[in-house]
């Protein structure tokens, strides 16, 4: 959707017919001073190379911030023509001014494009994303952006500061030649430099003036499943201090300083109105255990209350009142985080925000205490003594408040007790009263989450192979299936998963029957059982019959078969177990002349085991696949791609029939 | 009338008119009555698993006021948790146009109770820039649960005397239970209406009621969308108006005369340079030329000229400083050597007239876009055209705009599709030819060696024919060798189902119009070779992959479309590793459904294996009755390429 929105606001730069263009003017001296300066290292696939950006942050008080900013761009090929689209975003606490844009074409004059000929444009709604936020863009199109020639823009943002932070994101997916950054303080200010992913650089100082240099960064070229771009790329964290520290909204030292800034922005939220002590105290009349209470509600936030985002302002931060929340029943997932804490507390039961990060890897012990690093806050419900319930899985001790349990009211498919993969192992901010911590979150074992698949099957002379299937789905492959179900528009479409699924492994099927269990029943495993019929599974060659025992389902992925040498470390979903068993009766008159061998793969990250053997007149095929550690470091991303060969061969391997001896 | 026409009359409109008068709601701002029967709904029957419905939409348009505004009111019914996404409405609207006025919502509980919006609706700039204001009224409703019934109205106020074509979408992305639609017409100007994809079942069509166009309908599908369909405006169910002057014609006969006279005077007035022509034609052929070799010279020579509908857009500075000199007609585009698409095709229609052929300028449609029906008399559906050549008695249809089109092949939307053949009377339908599927063709020519790991490896060697070439280079024509590289490979890749090596080897000519497009590759197919205890697997079909997963669904709700007729042929040879037998080979595999064909054949040449593979599609349109006969013919497509060669490895491959 957003997409399609740019190729509009393009559309409309397009048609602005008989608006007067701006007078054409020389690009400026800095840009000039790089039509001759030699490229960074950069390979033939590189679309374009960032010549030079330059960031000047200039803090002329608590209130209010100047930044200037200047960048130019070598388009190298084709695909680079996309850096003549400038796109600068702002909202309602920033104002942009000084918008300019400039071309130095290979040949002939110059180019040059003023603020306003921009275009202003802002999300439609799309799901999933906030209905309502004041963030704009300022789209400005260079002219003549095309392969060989220099485009550069600059402009100032003004900007009321929620924080006294600023991030220097130096780094991109394109190679940078030279990048500046200059800091100009109040005096007696002081500030504090943190360099994440890339080694830390001295700044020159002059003054109150800082200036930060780098030279000919690696571009970061996108991999499936590699680590989040903010765990991988190099960033300067900078926090403000006014002398004496009086500003509410200083920059912080540590995660303590923001647990206490995040404290007081959420103050009083989660005070509850007369109708969510009362509905708190229905929603929980009938549960009989503290365990059983928290869940109620915990159901209720989850499924009741409607994601909805408003962000307007620090509303992208602070969350709506707990009674707002719950008289309007939707909200973003801090309304909901605070309405599930409001009721908490109507029960007894302390809880406390965790500001997170919805791309685990984003945060990390070494990362610095800034705002940017989050996108999502979930809630750490202090577990009274005494509850031991089995089904609260995602707790984690915790040295002053005892055993915590995480707990994510903004995904409805996840059950109370369990986390999502992406969550685990993560990295949050835990605001307590005392300040804030940033914590880890649990892993959970990997048969929380997984397939588990049994089939009974039948196998004709023929090669027709029919029976029934039984699948049963936890964690995060129950939640992708209710998802996918969950926006189906219709009943007949319910089968359709199943239909892809058996798509991967049989050229032809017919389900005869299907069902589906526990759409609705979140903390029950979510099953499919299906019956199926498979003409011509097993081929005939000769008088011998070819049969796969493998089913379907596949476990191996191409994923590292690719061309270039993986650079980023593989990141799994989560922790998972994926076990299949197959029995296959074979038709009369057959008998097993030559078997599939055994395999058994054992990696510190993840296992493989299959076999496949003979009972009688039925073969039977079972294997277990499990990913055991979240993330693949470079130095084995081999052996991950000889695990899914090995898989992949074991997918294909096949066991050979021929006719019984008399 | 032209719409720039429309739009002169409503600033007149505008300037002539008085003081903008407030006018009520059209319909009130009373609600519907709400039934107990809508209260307690937990299903429709007529849409089972639908998250949502609407109970009720209405859509009163008044065209005929200085102050024409379009009264909209929507009652939804929640009927999963899904569907409550439905409570968030975002009314999109250009500024230029008018406003959005008078938001009321509410949200009905289950048990009847409502809680009204009392909020506020939300202004939201989607695009601004000089001249447009595209904004959105965003708001949500309150408390909205599973079995909640949302409502809301609003009006879109349109600026004085801004009157324009419009219509009534009746197919949306939920079911519609009763849905009732009119329009007050302008008075100063003629309207037509059509439906051109029909109607839903049960329901009247639109009528001329007291001066009020009404239209009733109820139970009107969700629409769906699903691969291989047809353009979704030709599937969705919608009336459309279109103003013009004067008494509107209603014999499509004579509305299409009086068009086709109007483009043919436009096309004779631009190519109307009969000496000019006669001069340029003396500069490309030869007297001594056949008629097939004049027309191809000309062909080639106009299609090489710059055609500035093939460029990137250019900012408005860039079109400054080039100082592009409008072109008025042919003797201009010779001259000069540049020409939009359609004057480009002119210029070659005026040479070919000039070298002594009939020819013809032809308005079509595009299959992309419309399916035309002229008795729908939409002269805008008429969106683009080629020219027809009369060569030794036989049509031949050409568009030199298209680049990269060899002579004589047309764009795949403009295939087969009806045009407009015009002349002095105004005109004659003709259809434009649809080349057989043996004519777009993608032949897979692979010489490998298969290694004793299993793996495949040797050249591979890919042409690409007539319509399957020409999209080809279409796609990539602004992409560097890089890119195109990575393109083919990444074909390559898309026809193998596992992971493969593959490198291109050649340097394809992508620039020119020939009708083929060759490409060669190093390939490795890693594990190619599956096992079976002391025997090994070979698949026989290495580049199936398009076909696995093609009508995996059993279900289908609209026609089967495909863009052209096409067919793949593949000739496989694989040689083995000394000392390895064959066993058995799979049977000739097979299927002619006479539209769509299939065969494959494997053959043992004394160590050396051949497969060859064909798969012919004859197809453009299939109804959807005929969905299981199409689905079972893939499935057979993908039974013959599961089948499998048993190799009798050599003793050293047999103890590894």
């Given at each position: 959707m957003w997409r399609v929105l740019l190729c509009f606001a393009l559309v409309v730069m397009g048609c602005l017919a008989g608006v007067p263009p701006c007078a054409a003017g020389d690009a400026p001296a800095w840009m000039h001073a790089l039509v001759s300066a030699p490229l960074p290292a950069h390979d033939e696939k590189t679309d374009a190379v960032l010549l030079y950006s330059e960031r000047i942050v200039t803090?002329?008080?608590?209130?209010?911030?100047?930044?200037?900013?200047?960048?130019?761009?070598?388009?190298?090929?084709?695909?680079?023509?996309?850096?003549?689209?400038?796109?600068?975003?702002?909202?309602?606490?920033?104002?942009?001014?000084?918008?300019?844009?400039?071309?130095?074409?290979?040949?002939?004059?110059?180019?040059?494009?003023?603020?306003?000929?921009?275009?202003?444009i802002?999300?439609?709604?799309?799901?999933?994303?906030?209905?309502?936020?004041?963030?704009?863009?300022?789209?400005?199109?260079?002219?003549?952006?095309?392969?060989?020639?220099?485009?550069?823009?600059?402009?100032?943002?003004?900007?009321?500061?929620?924080?006294?932070?600023?991030?220097?994101?130096?780094?991109?997916?394109?190679?940078?030649?030279?990048?500046?950054?200059?800091?100009?303080?109040?005096?007696?200010?002081?500030?504090?430099?943190?360099?994440?992913?890339?080694?830390?650089?001295?700044?020159?100082?002059?003054?109150?003036?800082?200036?930060?240099?780098?030279?000919?960064?690696?571009?970061?070229?996108?991999?499936?499943?590699?680590?989040?771009?903010?765990?991988v790329a190099g960033q300067m964290i900078v926090s403000f201090f006014p002398s004496g520290g009086s500003a509410q909204n200083q920059g912080f030292q540590n995660w303590k300083q923001?647990?206490?800034?995040?404290?007081?922005?959420?103050?009083?939220?989660?005070?509850?109105?007369?109708?969510?002590?009362?509905?708190?105290?229905?929603?929980?009349?009938?549960?009989s255990t503290p365990a059983a209470k928290m869940k109620a509600l915990g159901e209720f936030a989850q499924r009741d209350i409607r994601y909805v985002a408003i962000e307007l302002g620090i509303g992208g931060w602070q969350p709506h009142p707990a009674a707002e929340v719950f008289a309007h029943h939707y909200g973003d997932c801090k309304d909901k985080a605070t309405l599930m804490g409001a009721m908490l507390h109507e029960i007894g039961i302390d809880s406390y925000y965790v500001v997170i990060n919805s791309e685990r890897g984003s945060v990390t012990p070494e990362t610095p205490a800034h705002m940017g690093g989050f996108d999502h806050v979930i809630v750490a419900i202090k577990l009274p003594d005494g509850v031991s319930e089995g089904s609260l899985v995602a707790t984690a001790a915790h040295p002053k408040l005892g055993k915590i349990l995480f707990f994510d009211p903004t995904d409805e498919l996840t059950p109370f007790g369990q986390l999502s993969g992406a969550l685990q192992a993560n990295y949050g901010l835990l605001v307590t009263p005392d300040g804030g911590e940033l914590i880890a979150l649990p892993e959970l074992p990997p048969a929380m989450n997984g397939i588990q698949r049994t089939a009974k099957l039948n196998l004709s002379a023929t090669g027709t192979l029919s029976g029934e299937v039984q699948e049963t789905r936890v964690g995060d492959r129950a939640w992708s299936q209710r998802w996918a179900l969950r926006t189906v528009t219709k009943d007949t479409d319910r089968i359709k998963p199943i239909e892809t699924l058996l798509s991967h492994s049989l050229a032809t099927f017919q389900?005869?029957?299907?069902?589906?269990?526990?759409?609705?029943?979140?903390?029950?495993?979510?099953?499919?059982?299906?019956?199926?019929?498979?003409?011509?599974?097993?081929?005939?060659?000769?008088?011998?019959?070819?049969?796969?025992?493998?089913?379907?389902?596949?476990?191996?992925s191409d994923l590292l078969e690719t061309k270039e040498p993986r650079k980023y470390p593989v990141e799994f979903d989560g922790p998972s177990r994926d076990s299949d068993s197959f029995e296959i009766t074979l038709p009369a008159g057959y008998e097993v002349d030559d078997l599939p061998p055994p395999v058994n793969a054992d990696y510190s990250f993840a296992s493989y085991h299959s076999k496949t053997e003979v009972n009688g007149n039925t073969l039977k095929y079972t294997r277990t696949f499990e990913v055991k550690e979240l993330s693949v470091p470079l130095s084995k991303v081999e052996d991950l791609k000889k695990l899914y060969r090995i898989i992949a061969s074991d997918e294909r391997n096949t066991a050979v029939l021929k006719p019984a001896a008399h | 009338m032209s719409y720039r026409r429309l739009f002169l009359l409503a600033l007149l409109l505008a300037v002539l008119?008085?003081?903008?008068?407030?006018?009520?709601?059209?319909?009130?701002?009373?609600?519907?009555?709400?039934?107990q029967e809508e209260l307690k709904m937990a299903s429709e029957p007529k849409a089972p698993g639908a998250p949502a419905v609407y109970l009720y939409r209405q859509v009163d348009r008044d065209d005929n006021t200085?102050?024409?505004?379009?009264?909209?009111?929507?009652?939804?019914?929640?009927?999963?948790?899904?569907?409550?996404?439905?409570?968030?409405?975002?009314?999109?609207?250009?500024?230029?146009?008018?406003?959005?006025?008078?938001?009321?919502?509410?949200?009905?509980?289950?048990?009847?109770?409502?809680?009204?919006?009392?909020?506020?609706?939300?202004?939201?700039?989607?695009?601004?820039?000089?001249?447009?204001?595209?904004?959105?009224?965003?708001?949500?409703?309150?408390?909205?649960?599973?079995?909640?019934?949302?409502?809301?109205?609003?009006?879109?106020?349109?600026?004085?005397?801004?009157?324009?074509?419009?219509?009534?979408?009746?197919?949306?992305?939920?079911?519609?239970?009763?849905?009732?639609?009119?329009?007050?017409?302008?008075?100063?100007?003629?309207?037509?209406?059509?439906?051109?994809?029909?109607?839903?079942?049960?329901?009247?069509?639109?009528?001329d009621e007291g001066g009020y166009v009404r239209l009733e309908s109820q139970n009107i599908p969700a629409f769906q969308i699903e691969d291989y369909m047809p353009a979704q405006n030709e599937l969705k169910f919608r009336v459309d108006f279109v103003y013009s002057d004067g008494i509107p014609e209603k014999e499509p006969d004579k509305f299409w005369k009086k068009e086709g006279k109007k483009l043919n005077d436009r096309v004779e007035s631009f190519t109307g340079k009969r000496k000019a022509m006669e001069e340029a034609v003396a500069e490309i052929v030869a007297p001594s030329d056949t008629p097939e070799v004049k027309l191809g010279k000309i062909y080639a020579k106009v299609q090489k000229l710059?055609?500035?509908?093939?460029?990137?857009?250019?900012?408005?500075?860039?079109?400054?400083?080039?100082?592009?000199k409008e072109i008025n007609n042919v003797e201009d585009l010779w001259k000069r050597g540049y020409g939009d698409g359609r004057q480009i095709n002119w210029l070659f229609l005026a040479l070919a007239r000039a070298a002594g052929f009939e020819a013809y300028s032809v308005y079509i449609s595009s299959r992309s876009e419309y399916f035309f029906k002229p008795q729908i008399m939409n002269a805008f559906e008429l969106n683009g055209d080629v020219v027809l050549v009369k060569l030794n008695g036989k049509d031949t249809y050409c568009d030199p705009a298209t680049a990269f089109a060899p002579f004589g092949l047309l764009s795949w939307p403009e295939t087969g599709v009806m045009g407009l053949r015009l002349d002095k009377e105004g005109g004659s339908w003709v259809t434009t030819t649809l080349p057989p599927s043996s004519d777009s063709r993608i032949?897979?020519?692979?010489?490998?060696?298969?290694?004793?790991?299993?793996?495949?490896?040797?050249?591979?060697?890919?042409?690409?024919?007539?319509?399957?070439?020409?999209?080809?280079?279409?796609?990539?024509?602004?992409?560097?060798?890089?890119?195109?590289?990575?393109?083919?490979?990444?074909?390559?890749?898309?026809?193998?189902?596992?992971?493969?090596?593959?490198?291109?080897?050649?340097?394809?000519?992508?620039?020119?119009?020939?009708?083929?497009l060759v490409a060669e590759f190093d390939l490795k197919v890693p594990g190619w070779v599956s096992g079976a205890g002391r025997r090994a697997l070979v698949p026989v079909g290495l580049f199936s992959a398009p076909e696995k997963h093609a009508f995996e669904h059993a279900g289908r709700v609209h026609p089967i479309y495909f863009s052209y007729p096409s067919t793949k042929i593949d000739d496989v040879t694989i040689d083995l590793p000394l000392g390895w037998q064959v066993s058995s080979l799979p049977p000739v595999q097979g299927l002619d459904a006479k539209a769509a064909l299939y065969s494959l054949k494997a053959e043992d040449n004394k160590g050396t294996l051949h497969v060859t593979r064909r798969l012919n599609m004859d197809l453009l349109m299939l109804d959807q009755k005929l969905y299981p006969t199409l689905r079972n013919f893939f499935q057979v497509v993908r039974t013959g390429d599961e089948q499998q060669i048993v190799l009798q490895p050599g003793a050293s491959a047999a103890s590894r």
């Open positions: 803090v002329q008080s608590a209130d209010k911030f100047k930044i200037t900013v200047r960048e130019a761009y070598k388009i190298l090929r084709p695909g680079g023509r996309e850096y003549g689209t400038v796109t600068v975003s702002y909202n309602s606490h920033s104002k942009i001014t000084g918008l300019r844009g400039w071309c130095i074409p290979a040949q002939g004059k110059d180019y040059e494009v003023k603020d306003k000929e921009a275009v202003e802002s999300l439609p709604k799309v799901d999933g994303s906030e209905l309502v936020s004041d963030v704009k863009d300022k789209l400005l199109r260079i002219p003549a952006a095309d392969v060989g020639n220099i485009v550069g823009y600059e402009y100032e943002k003004e900007l009321q500061p929620f924080v006294l932070q600023d991030v220097w994101r130096f780094q991109e997916a394109n190679p940078v030649r030279e990048a500046h950054y200059t800091l100009q303080l109040p005096a007696g200010w002081e500030y504090k430099a943190t360099w994440m992913n890339y080694p830390e650089v001295k700044p020159a100082q002059s003054g109150n003036q800082s200036q930060w240099i780098v030279s000919d960064i690696k571009g970061i070229k996108h991999e499936d499943s590699m680590p989040p771009w903010q765990g923001m647990g206490i800034w995040y404290q007081g922005l959420t103050s009083g939220r989660r005070d509850a109105s007369p109708e969510l002590k009362q509905k708190a105290a229905s929603l929980t009349a009938s549960a389900i005869t029957k299907a069902s589906v269990g526990n759409l609705q029943l979140t903390d029950q495993p979510f099953l499919y059982n299906y019956s199926v019929v498979a003409q011509n599974y097993a081929k005939p060659a000769g008088n011998l019959l070819l049969v796969r025992p493998r089913f379907v389902g596949n476990k191996s | 008119g008085a003081v903008r008068p407030t006018h009520p709601v059209s319909a009130g701002d009373e609600w519907q009555p709400i039934s200085h102050t024409p505004h379009e009264y909209n009111y929507a009652r939804i019914k929640i009927l999963t948790e899904e569907g409550r996404k439905y409570a968030d409405v975002e009314i999109p609207f250009f500024k230029e146009e008018g406003d959005i006025h008078g938001i009321k919502a509410r949200t009905i509980r289950p048990d009847g109770s409502i809680v009204n919006f009392e909020g506020k609706a939300f202004d939201k700039t989607i695009v601004k820039a000089k001249g447009v204001k595209f904004l959105a009224k965003t708001f949500t409703l309150p408390d909205v649960q599973v079995g909640s019934i949302i409502e809301y109205h609003y009006t879109y106020d349109l600026h004085e005397g801004y009157v324009y074509n419009s219509r009534w979408i009746l197919s949306e992305e939920l079911f519609t239970k009763r849905g009732k639609f009119s329009l007050k017409p302008n008075s100063d100007f003629a309207l037509r209406w059509s439906w051109p994809a029909g109607l839903p079942a049960g329901t009247a069509a639109p009528k710059r055609n500035t509908s093939w460029e990137a857009e250019k900012t408005e500075q860039e079109q400054k400083r080039e100082k592009q032949e897979r020519k692979a010489d490998l060696k298969l290694t004793e790991t299993g793996a495949l490896e040797g050249k591979l060697t890919v042409t690409f024919s007539g319509l399957e070439a020409l999209w080809r280079r279409i796609e990539e024509r602004n992409e560097d060798a890089t890119n195109r590289k990575k393109f083919l490979e990444d074909q390559v890749k898309e026809y193998i189902p596992v992971g493969i090596d593959v490198d291109l080897a050649n340097q394809p000519d992508w620039g020119s119009s020939t009708p083929t």
